[in-house]
C-alpha cells in the first residue's frame, strides 16, 4: 500500500480528492491532509509518505515554494501537482523543479487512475533490488554527533536544549557540550541558533508569515530579542531581508 499525503487549503477539495483516491482501487492510502505547504513539510518532519498530492495556489506557502523546499530539505518522496487551468504556466514551473505529474481541476476519476497507475510503474521500474543497499550502513553505526545533528534539525522549527538533547543520545549534557565543540569547532547553542535562522529565512523568503508568527513559531516568546538576534547572525532586519529577497 502506497500512502498519500493531501496539500490543499480547501476542505472540500480535500475530501473530493481523498474519495476519487478510493474509488481507483487502487493500493493507494491517504494518511495526512495539510492546509498549505508549511503544513505540509512540518507533516513531513514526523511521518514518511510515498506522494504528495497538492495545490498551486495556497496561503502561507504555495505548491511552488513547497516544492522547492521539499527538495532542499531532502525529502524522499514525490510530488504530484493540482491545478486550474489558468495555473498551469504555474505547472510548468513545477515540473522543471521535479514534480513528477500533474493533474487539472476538477480532478476526475479516470485521471486520477491513470495518474496514480503511471506513478505506480515508475515507481517499481526504479525501485532497487535489495542487494544493492550497503550491508551495515544502518542509522545504528551513526556517531553521537551526527545524531546530535539530525536531532536538532528534526526540532526545528521551535526550541532545542542541550539538556533534552543530552538525554535522547544518553549522554550527559557538560560532556556532551565539550564533546560537541571538539568535534564541530562550534559550540552547541551557536549551532542550535544557526539552524533557527536558516529556517527563519526560509520561512521570511517563502511564507506570508508575519515576523512575529515567525519568532514564535522558532520558538522565541520575545520577538526584539529575535529581530536583534537575526540581526546579528545576517546583518539586517528580519523585515529587511524579506524586503531584499522579494527584490531579488
Known sequence: MYTILLVDDEKWVRAALRHTIARTGLPFEVIGECTNGLEALDFLKEHSVDLVLTDVRMAVMDGLAFVTALKMEGHHCDCMMISGYDDFKYVQHALRSGVVD??????????????????????QKNKLPTDAFVEGADTSELSTIEKVIQYVKSKVPGEVT???TAKYVHLNPSYLSKLFKDKTDQNFVDFVIDIRMKEAKTLLERT???VNEIADRLGYSDITYFSNLFKRKTGVTPSEYRKRMQTI
Open 162 to 164: 542541550l539538556s533534552e
Open 102 to 123: 500533474y493533474l487539472l481541476k476538477p480532478v476526475e476519476l479516470e485521471d486520477m487512475k491513470e495518474c496514480l497507475e503511471k506513478w505506480e510503474k515508475l515507481r
Open 208 to 210: 506570508s508569515l508575519r
